[in-house]
């Protein structure tokens, strides 16, 4: 068969098993281009050599292969079968699709078996050689791929060299090059040329060949490959298609359907596309449009594709005309629950749209609970077909997509496939939930059977995809750091699903909660809308305060019952309370303008005045349980009745009575989460199932527990397994403290009603929504409550409310109301005073506003108090001083902390004793030392590597009790050095025998040590005071955000469980390997090598400080002194710290940018002083007037992307006509911007700021306050 080709006039011959199926026959021979081979290896295997496309004309062939690919496919023809070399694709991301299909292509056209392996970091030494399995109480060997294609002459396909970690390929190294292998079972692939010394080896065909596959890193046009490894492969670059050519070949493809202007403009954009664009992706997109041209653009069906210029997807405003889609609606399945939209029914139609036209994979992108998974269970309706859900999680590996390993009743080991391997066998259709979550190369694995169809399994055998199999995949939108690589935008068909606009979203909360009133909708809406033009600084906060769909169904249920509760509901639903102070704030704000008004006043005066009793509550009555196991009903709970308390228990049952399947409870710690969990599930005579979650809870082990038993995997069930199976209610207690993706996995459960085990199970609720028996069916009354703390600082969990707030309904246990506490405190403390009491409740409350004003950082409980009456009750005569130094040694060590909870506990009467003593107390005391020596001349003294305590003697530096050296409590030292140790105390009569020679040279030895350290600093002795004396007044401002800083450096340093290790700890989702005897079953805590560092793009803060004249003149009510100290505490807190850039700008009359600090600046003491030093002098010496507005916009302006500018000023505002309209530089979306007025005249600023949207303006009258405002608005954007 001759086929001449348009371009080249190459002609391209097939050999006659090849062309068998077109009906045309040949010689054995090929020829691609001027390269023949005769007699070319035909395969045997039919399931081995890949399909053809379909769409491949072969009437008109030289129109159908560009001539680029013709030369790509002759290259390869050369390298395998004429000069038997190992070859490599090479190309751009964007073009990955594109030499896969090549090398297929390659293999079709000339009938050669393959084995494909797909390269990740998962692939390990047994993907490449032999993995070990147990049959028959015996452990057997089986080959992999690589040693299956050596030994039977295929072309091994490797695809994505890339990906693999480094020192896994190598393994391959002798293979490629000599052709040889040791095995693991003990023998050895050899090459033919030397089996004949070695007759006991295995003989590689020689017909092998190894195709792999490569990406070059766009940002450095290089491929990262061990040296060894690239020597051993001849590569070529393949490089985008022409747009020409691309013209001629989508138009020989295409069924003619097209005019050649819409051809020409799809040509013209894709040929626009940085990278390239994937030809397989063209004749899609050319398909799709071909069969939709009058419902959808050209841009759009490109878009759809991944084609789009700027990550575009198709999208309901891209259709122009109503799809005729063909589906089936299945009078089988229940939908009461889904009320469907002109928007979710256009977003179906898209979906349906996609796999008409050819494809298999959809990818629907949208925010956080809008309607994804809804709209895609709607359409496995519509399609009347079973299907599968397949929760995704960041810890799934590439091979853990396909199938499970597990052992059969014999204690054999075994593969379960997965519901993607059982949707794509059966053609079903499989819901990927999360493909957002998968690293890239995870996800990428699956390209195969995705573009192709064809499964490539595990267990070393594959299949072609059933026609009728579906794939829904649903995800987040890509953040900057976008998950949807070039090489997944090829893999999916991809629809962006906004959010409902107010009309349909409006109509659908009405269909559900018919008796929730109309003016409630209305209000509920509103606030939607406000919330959503909200500006804040963390991306974190703006998520935490949106309105998705689940959160508003959430409010609807509860709202339902108690709509006079509404504002309660909606701040349990945002979790206002832990939210930073601005954000609350603006909250508050959209709270008033949508007329929500928050009666928790109103509802704790029924508490207070002991109308409302729980025990009695009618509810309580109704939603009581016959319990059938009774020792699962908590008992014997201690719980004091208390208004704080109860209410939350009245709250918590409203969700649970109107059907809530999970709920989730947030408080600090010690506010009484467990007790009241506990108190309310044995008055309502629920069985308990409780697990608590730690760092090293896994997903397997949240579900299942594996063991061992006579040689088999056994998976008993966990409490989760049993509160479903059983319908109790499953308590996760410190839900916070698990890694997020583990309790993130339940998401399918509630909302989905499926969750597949690793032993193969599915649990359900309905159990025709499932095909075959392996199922077990969700009791009805199953419900889920979490635990957690908030994730702000201090606490150390992980932020779970982030990515489960709209999944769980949220409870706030709020801190404890004066009288509540006063409460539990007298059921406690049997006999102590009420007087004390008194003074312990009016306490905390101070405790509690120091914690909310950022005063302090720490939230002193409950659990504290009751601890205090405890001993007090038990101990009476000890007091209550030393009751409270218990709770209070924490933070002794911290001088300013401690003066601060000194000052609060005496404002109520409490003196407790000073710092200095209960160091001393906490340190012990050496008690009286005689020094060992004679005084002589005064030294440093040795210091001592091991830091060993030192007593009497005058030889080491940082001793005490003894003679001449630097330490404490001796005689004759230069100069105070403490090293941490008991201090050993002489007597006044020793230290008076130090001679009046020997006091005169340890006091020169002290000033000069003095003036080593400030020359070292560059600063005199009057400026080591002045800036001491600034920075004494921010310490404690200084010290929390610097504690602050540290924590978000810890959280995202902190190491995680490294999977597939040769040490450490037993990991007991690899039990099998572990039976099969394979080396890489353990796993240890260490850092991933692929995550990035901390911040390495660094963050940006730029504070602009008003130095003009005015905070010169009006510096008595000490705002420029303020001003210092603020200056100086962001000084302090970021210098030499590379996560952050700091640049300090100041303006005042004379111009709005006065360079102040930059971040090459080395901020040490002396430069932080000359800084301080430079704002005074500017604003003694400038020309009166004012910059602000402009300062302002230069700083915007200039600033880069994502910068947080802090602007300062004291500006009379009517004498410089500065108006609302002014500050609109503050509202930018490119920064984080934030003006602070301080010490105005009259009420001019307070009103102006008040006007400012988004609290991006504040009012500091207080200038004391301004360390502190500025520290919140920097802790609260890095969040």
């Not at 295995?202 to 490959?225: K, M, N, Q, S």
């Not at 594709?305 to 575009?312: K, V």
């Not at 519509?382 to 590439?398: N, Q, R, Y």
């Not at 890489?1080 to 730029?1102: C, E, M």
Request: charged residues 25%; aromatic residues 6%.
């Amino acid at each position: 068969m001759v086929i001449l080709l348009r371009s080249s006039l190459r002609s391209l011959q097939l050999p006659r098993r090849t062309i068998r199926s077109i009906g045309t026959v040949s010689d054995n021979s090929v020829t691609i281009g001027d390269i023949t081979v005769e007699n070319p290896p035909i395969g045997t295997a039919p399931h081995l050599i890949p399909r053809l496309p379909l769409r491949l004309d072969f009437q008109n062939i030289e129109s159908s292969i560009p001539p680029c690919h013709l030369s790509h496919l002759r290259w390869m023809l050369q390298k395998d079968l004429v000069l038997q070399q190992d070859f490599l694709l090479l190309g751009l991301p964007n073009l990955a699709r594109e030499r896969r299909q090549l090398i297929l292509l390659y293999a079709s056209l000339l009938g050669r078996e393959i084995e494909y392996v797909s390269l990740s970091k998962d692939t390990s030494e047994a993907d490449l050689k032999q993995r070990k399995e147990v049959t028959n109480n015996g452990t057997i060997y089986t080959n992999q791929a690589p040693v299956r294609a050596a030994i039977n002459g295929r072309l091994l396909v490797l695809d994505g060299l890339e990906k693999a970690e480094r020192n896994v390929l190598p393994t391959l190294n002798n293979l490629l090059e000599n052709r040889e292998l040791p095995l693991d079972d003990g023998t050895m692939l050899l090459s033919p040329d030397v089996r004949g010394e070695h007759p006991g080896g295995i003989p590689v065909h020689p017909d092998f060949r190894v195709a792999a596959l490569g990406t070059i890193a766009e940002d450095d046009g290089t491929i990262a490959l061990d040296p060894p490894l690239r020597s051993r492969f001849q590569a070529r670059l393949a490089s985008p298609v022409d747009v020409g050519d691309m013209f001629v070949t989508a138009s020989a493809m295409s069924n003619g359907l097209l005019d050649t202007d819409t051809l020409k403009y799809l040509m013209k954009t894709v040929g626009g596309v940085s990278g390239g664009v994937s030809l397989d992706l063209i004749h899609n997109a050319v398909r799709y449009l071909e069969q939709y041209q009058d419902n959808v653009t050209p841009r759009a069906a490109l878009n759809a594709h991944g084609i789009g210029l700027g990550g575009e997807m198709i999208e309901t405003d891209d259709i122009v005309a109503p799809f005729e889609v063909k589906s089936v609606t299945a009078p089988k399945m229940n939908r009461s629950s889904y009320i469907e939209t002109t928007t979710t029914k256009a977003i179906g139609d898209l979906i349906l749209a996609g796999f008409e036209s050819g494809n298999s994979a959809v990818a629907l992108v949208g925010p956080k609970g809008c309607y994804k998974s809804t709209v895609a269970k709607d359409i496995v309706d519509k399609a009347g077909v079973f299907s599968e859900l397949f929760s995704l999680h960041p810890d799934i590996t590439a091979r853990d997509l396909l199938q499970s390993r597990g052992t059969d009743e014999r204690g054999d080991t075994i593969w379960r496939d997965t519901p993607l391997t059982r949707a794509a066998r059966s053609g079903k259709y499989v819901i990927m939930d999360g493909i957002d979550k998968l690293r890239s190369d995870t996800m990428s694995s699956l390209a195969m059977l995705l573009e192709r169809g064809w499964a490539v399994l595990p267990d070393g055998t594959s299949f072609y995809a059933n026609d009728k199999f579906r794939c829904i995949a649903i995800a987040h939108p890509p953040s900057e750091k976008s998950w949807m690589t070039p090489e997944i935008k090829s893999m999916f068909h991809w629809i962006n699903a906004k959010s409902l606009p107010r009309d349909e979203l409006q109509e659908v909360l009405s269909g559900l909660f018919p008796n929730v009133s109309t003016d409630t909708l209305e209000k509920i809406l509103n606030l939607q809308e406000d919330l959503n033009n909200v500006i804040v600084d963390s991306d974190a906060e703006k998520e935490a305060m949106q309105l998705s769909l689940r959160k508003i169904k959430h409010i609807c249920r509860r709202a339902d019952q108690n709509p006079e509760e509404l504002g309660s509901i909606i701040h349990n639903c945002l979790m206002t309370s832990f939210l930073p102070e601005l954000e609350q704030n603006i909250v508050e704000k959209c709270l008033a303008r949508c007329g929500i008004v928050t009666n928790d006043k109103k509802i704790f005066e029924n508490f207070f005045s002991q109308q409302y009793s729980f025990t009695e509550d009618p509810l309580l009555n109704s939603c009581k349980r016959s319990a059938s196991n009774p020792l699962n009903v908590p008992k014997n709970v201690e719980f004091f009745p208390n208004p704080m308390q109860e209410n939350v228990m009245r709250q918590v049952l409203v969700s649970h009575s109107v059907g809530e399947r999970a709920l989730l409870i947030t408080g600090y710690q010690g506010v009484g989460k467990n007790k009241i969990v506990d108190n309310l599930l044995s008055h309502l005579n629920c069985e308990r199932e409780y697990t608590q979650l730690h760092r090293d809870t896994t997903i397997q082990s949240l579900m299942l527990s594996p063991s061992v038993e006579d040689g088999k995997i056994v998976f008993n069930d966990s409490p989760l397994i049993r509160a479903a199976k059983n319908g109790r209610i499953l308590v996760l207690d410190e839900a916070d403290k698990a890694p997020t993706e583990v309790v993130a996995l339940l998401k399918g459960l509630i909302e989905d009603g499926q969750l597949s085990l690793p032993d193969g199970r599915l649990l359900c609720y309905d159990e025709s929504d499932v095909h075959g028996s392996n199922h077990t069916k969700i009791h009805p009354d199953f419900r889920i409550w979490a635990l957690t703390n908030p994730a702000v600082f201090p606490f150390q969990g992980n932020d779970l409310s982030r990515h489960m707030s709209d999944v769980f309904a949220c409870h706030i246990v709020p801190p404890m109301d004066e009288e509540s506490h006063r409460r539990i405190l007298t059921s406690y403390g049997k006999g102590v005073h009420p007087d004390v009491i008194n003074k312990l409740v009016k306490v905390w409350e101070d405790l509690r506003v120091a914690h909310e004003t950022g005063v302090i950082s720490y939230i002193f409980s409950v659990r504290e108090s009751v601890s205090i009456v405890k001993h007090l009750s038990a101990f009476p005569d000890e007091g209550v001083q030393t009751a409270i130094e218990n709770v209070l040694a924490f933070d002794r060590l911290d001088a300013s902390l401690s003066n601060h909870l000194n000052k609060i506990f005496r404002n109520q009467g409490i003196k407790m004793v000073t710092k200095e003593k209960v160091v001393e107390a906490g340190r012990g005391v050496g008690g009286i030392s005689t020094p060992k020596t004679r005084a002589s001349s005064p030294k440093h003294g040795k210091e001592d590597p091991d830091n060993t305590p030192h007593v009497g003697g005058n030889t080491w530096a940082g001793g005490t009790g003894g003679s001449d050296t630097a330490g404490l409590g001796g005689r004759g030292g230069p100069y105070r050095l403490d090293k941490g140790h008991p201090i050993h105390q002489i007597s006044d009569e020793m230290k008076a025998q130090v001679s009046e020679e020997a006091k005169q040279r340890a006091k020169e030895m002290a000033n000069e040590a003095l003036a080593k350290k400030l020359e070292e600093l560059n600063m005199g002795k009057l400026d080591w005071e002045r800036y001491n004396s600034v920075r004494a007044r921010v310490e404690e401002n200084i010290k929390d955000m610097k504690r602050y800083l540290k924590d978000l450096k810890k959280r995202k340093e902190e190491r995680q469980w490294l999977h597939r290790q040769t040490s450490g700890e037993l990991d007991e989702n690899r039990l099998v390997e572990v039976l099969a005897g394979e080396r890489d079953v353990f796993k240890r805590r260490g850092n991933p090598a692929d995550r990035d560092t901390f911040l390495s793009n660094p963050i940006n803060i730029k504070l602009v400080v008003d130095v003009s004249a005015s905070m010169y003149r009006f510096g008595y009510d000490g705002r420029l002194e303020r001003l210092l100290e603020a200056t100086l505490m962001i000084m302090e807190c970021f210098k030499g710290d590379k996560r952050f850039n700091l640049h300090i700008t100041g303006h005042n009359g004379s111009s709005p940018t006065i360079d102040l600090v930059h971040p090459s600046m080395e901020l040490d003491e002396a430069t932080q002083l000359r800084v301080l030093e430079s704002m005074v002098a500017h604003t003694q010496y400038t020309y009166a007037g004012d910059h602000t507005i402009e300062a302002i916009e230069v700083a915007v302006e200039e600033s880069a992307p994502d910068t947080l500018v802090i602007a300062i000023s004291d500006a009379n505002l009517n004498r410089y006509d500065i108006t609302l309209k002014d500050l609109k530089p503050l509202q930018s979306a490119k920064v984080h911007a934030h003006l602070i007025f301080i010490a105005s005249l009259g009420d001019e600023a307070a009103a102006l700021a008040k006007a400012v949207p988004n609290e991006r303006a504040q009012c500091c009258m207080n200038t004391s306050d301004l360390p502190l405002i500025i520290k919140k608005i920097v802790t609260s954007a890095l969040k």
